[in-house]
């Protein structure tokens, strides 16, 4: 079974870089009930647009619909969704698991995703899903490299794992960091932040709760070895020459098929202000905490970087 490489797309640039650069497939938001409601965004007409351009490549179209819906939102929440539907989006990556029944009920045949923010961290979790009617879970990032493959070999619904990008500080869908502070809740997109803040302790200042990004392209092997359906990259809130850039990398790797170690060196720098870390995976938890500290800056990608993307975009 080919393994997918599904790609970020936060605006129309970024989603036409991805499927130049090589993604499978891309996962967007459209203007409400995404967890990243600060990213562009799709208007349905650039949706359109976007899934046609897709679908002439044989690439697919992912929509996240990742946010917690109140009762007074259903309504808008569906509708969101059968119009997606209708304009050709192949699947709906979701949190609420009762938003999830009524899609179901709408549209049977409509393809659903587990999001990471549902933190499926076991196979019992990952079987419920697909007992649910999920057609593919999008595995916690916290889990090891043996606990992937022991949910990947035995169950029937589609894995997903994410293998490049950034890092909370909590596992994913349960921080209420943002909230407490801010009053800016991450299960409804808004997410400020605040692990990324400079802190002080004992006096001395550092970026205590900030992690290392995940670059996980020296275990693309592995992971195809354990039946990963899909390998996945962060970065909605990330520029085209970003986009661009890791999806190549990704995609050159993952056709070489072989077990190159430092890989990694090839993304470094260039794709990421703040280091990478791949402890988790390893299943060496204990030396995480000796990965944090790092800055993340928000700055834009090197020269190098940005003539790369337009080298291979022509």
């Known amino acids: 079974m080919k393994v997918e490489l599904l790609s970020p797309s936060g605006s129309f640039e970024a989603a036409k870089a991805a499927i130049i650069c090589g993604a499978d497939a891309i996962y967007i938001g459209a203007k409400n009930f995404s967890a990243r409601n600060y990213a562009k965004n799709f208007s349905y007409d ?24 109140y009762d007074k939102e259903i309504e808008e929440f569906l509708e969101t969704i059968k119009i997606s539907y209708n304009l050709g989006i192949d699947a709906f990556i979701v949190q609420d698991i009762g938003m999830a029944n009524i ?83 991450a299960n409804q997109g808004c997410c400020a932040q605040p692990c990324r803040l400079l802190y002080e302790i004992d006096n001395q ?75 988790a995976f390893s299943g060496k938890n204990g030396s995480i905490n000796e990965r944090y500290g790092k800055q993340s800056k928000g700055e834009p990608l090197n020269d190098n970087s940005i003539t790369n993307y337009h080298k291979v975009i022509k």
């Open 103 to 185: 899609i179901k009920k709408a549209i049977p045949a409509a393809r659903l995703h587990a999001s990471t923010q549902m933190t499926i961290h076991n196979l019992d979790g990952a079987n419920k899903l697909y007992d649910l009617g999920f057609n593919r879970v999008v595995l916690a990032r916290e889990l090891s490299k043996d606990e992937i493959s022991y949910i990947a070999k035995n169950t029937k619904i589609e894995t997903e794992v994410f293998v490049h990008g950034a890092l909370c500080v909590s596992y994913s869908g349960q921080c209420l960091f943002s909230s407490f502070i801010g009053q800016r809740s």
């Open 205 to 279: 200042k550092g970026y205590y709760l900030s992690p290392y990004d995940l670059c996980l392209i020296d275990e693309l092997c592995a992971l195809k070895e354990m039946g990963v359906a899909s390998l996945k990259i962060e970065g909605r809130m990330k520029s085209p020459e970003y986009v661009a850039l890791v999806t190549h990398i990704y995609r050159k790797y993952l056709d070489i098929d072989n077990n190159l170690t430092n890989k990694g060196e090839s993304l470094s720098g260039e794709s990421s202000s703040n280091g990478f870390i791949n402890e």
């Open 46 to 69: 650039e949706m359109k647009q976007i899934i046609d351009y897709a679908h002439l490549y044989g690439r697919k179209v992912y929509l996240a619909a990742n946010t917690l819906i």
